[in-house]
């Protein structure tokens, strides 16, 4: 009650600005941000049209109705809007950048490629930009665009421009076989991102280590479960794992929506204090009563539902960090089913670390650090399958692309669901995906050469990292 009182004062005080100052942007973008986090985006993209219509010269509207829809995946819906503001101010590289990232989620690949390139051409230091071509499936960059990128590095002000660059370089170099050069760039993104997003290795193992306390009396305890409680489906690993097909594959089966990658589940963490002691976390898990752990999954419900585009029955979270709350995805949804991915550590962990996290991630940026958060969460995994092994999947990559069809009806079986051929033509599956692997995924299943191979000489300290307690 105190909550949707104090909302509804925020609420009066955005609406107060917007009267008293209408023409500014600000003000309008602040209230279309709050009624988007009060999960009101159909009123606050309404409130943007009707500023679209009255300001019809301005940027802003549509700029800000793009963001919104980029953000609650209508990648679809926003390319309208993209197009004009492309049309209305051509020479902002901005505009050009976030109109390829929508067109490549949803894989129009040479549209995509034509926006990208036209930001580069506009400010060569871009770095999202040139970053967004060299994940896209097009010829590899040739010694001009290393110069270009190179060059970029001296325009470059923002530092995660830089970071994104030098991502990019690496990826520019290893098309062209220069391995050193390319990890040498991937090490020079890592180490400055680390200055910019330091990771807490320590939070970490102290969050894995007071999940000990746990015990097959906390998985065992007999529970109530709601209707709704089993329409979760988390799939959860290393990043670079494989999840992105998994969920692919289970999204294109007609009882399966596939939704991405989901805060909703960390959005629950962090209001039980997850990250401000995990011994208090856990030790809050154990207590929630049966109404407090309802009230919990229905919130996280609610997170999810926003994104959800079907009435299918169940549908994916496919956030792989969410193998740190497999416990309270246990606790709040006893329903809900838990599928794990792995992947060859070496060749994952390597790939992990030449993939760009943004500034909200919390990812290790040295192959050292790389290598204990794999340790991390394989204890993690390893502890919550064995006190209840019937509640979690586990997904090996190289057997799931070399054996696809028995693979995946195993996965269905653990899933209670009946085959699908569809599952096998994931390449079909129109929808959008917003992650480095989008454009991997949009290609028929099959096997690959592990990129770590071509790092060996440089990969030695990740390898001590991950043998060290065995």
Request: with cysteine; glycine share 6%; aromatic share 8%.
């Amino acid at each position: 009650m105190i909550a949707d009182s104090a909302s509804s004062s925020d609420e009066r005080a955005l609406r107060m600005a917007v009267a008293e100052h209408p023409d500014s942007a600000d003000a309008h973008a602040a209230l279309a941000s709050f009624l988007c986090g009060i999960d009101r985006v159909d009123e606050a993209l309404a409130h943007l049209d009707r500023e679209i219509d009255r300001q019809p010269s301005k940027i802003w509207p549509l700029s800000v109705k793009a963001g919104i829809l980029s953000g609650e995946r209508r990648a679809a819906e926003a390319l309208d809007v993209h197009r004009a503001l492309v049309a209305m101010a051509p020479d902002m590289p901005l505009l050009w950048a976030n109109f390829g990232s929508d067109l490549a989620a949803i894989g129009d690949v040479g549209e995509a490629t034509a926006a990208f390139r036209k930001a580069v051409e506009l400010a060569p230091g871009f770095g999202p930009a040139w970053l967004g071509l060299a994940k896209l499936p097009i010829a590899p960059f040739g010694d001009a665009d290393i110069a270009a990128m190179e060059n970029g590095l001296t325009f470059a002000r923002d530092p995660y421009h830089k970071v994104q660059l030098l991502f990019a370089l690496g990826r520019g170099h290893e098309a062209l076989g220069a391995f050193e050069r390319s990890f040498e760039k991937f090490t020079e993104a890592n180490t400055l991102r680390d200055t910019l997003v330091p990771h807490d290795g320590v939070g970490l193992a102290a969050f894995v280590e007071a999940h000990r306390m746990l015990g097959a009396s906390f998985f065992a305890t007999a529970q109530d479960t709601p209707p709704e409680a089993d329409r979760a489906i988390f799939i959860v690993g290393m990043p670079r794992s494989g999840s992105t097909l998994v969920e692919q594959i289970l999204a294109s089966h007609p009882d399966i929506e596939g939704i991405g990658e989901l805060f909703a589940l960390q959005d629950v963490a962090v209001s039980m204090g997850a990250f401000d002691s995990p011994d208090v976390f856990v030790q809050r898990l154990q207590t929630l009563t049966q109404a407090e752990a309802t009230q919990l999954g229905a919130h996280y419900l609610a997170g999810a539902g926003r994104y959800r585009r079907t009435d299918r029955r169940y549908f994916t979270d496919k956030m792989p960090a969410n193998w740190r709350f497999v416990a309270l995805a246990h606790r709040i949804l006893p329903g809900a089913r838990m599928i794990d991915v792995r992947r060859d550590p070496l060749d994952c962990c390597f790939s992990a670390y030449t993939t760009y996290f943004n500034r909200h991630t919390d990812f290790p940026n040295t192959l050292q650090d790389v290598g204990r958060y794999y340790r991390h969460y394989l204890r993690m995994m390893e502890m919550v399958r064995g006190l209840t092994p019937d509640r979690l999947y586990r997904v090996d990559h190289a057997r799931l692309v070399s054996t696809a069809e028995s693979e995946i009806r195993s996965l269905l079986d653990f899933l209670r669901l009946p085959f699908s051929p569809s599952c096998l033509r994931p390449e079909e599956n129109l929808r959008p995906i917003y992650t480095p692997s989008a454009q991997q995924v949009r290609t028929p299943i099959h096997q690959e050469k592990g990129r770590s191979q071509d790092y060996l000489p440089w990969l030695r300290q990740l390898q001590v990292a991950l043998n060290a307690g065995q």
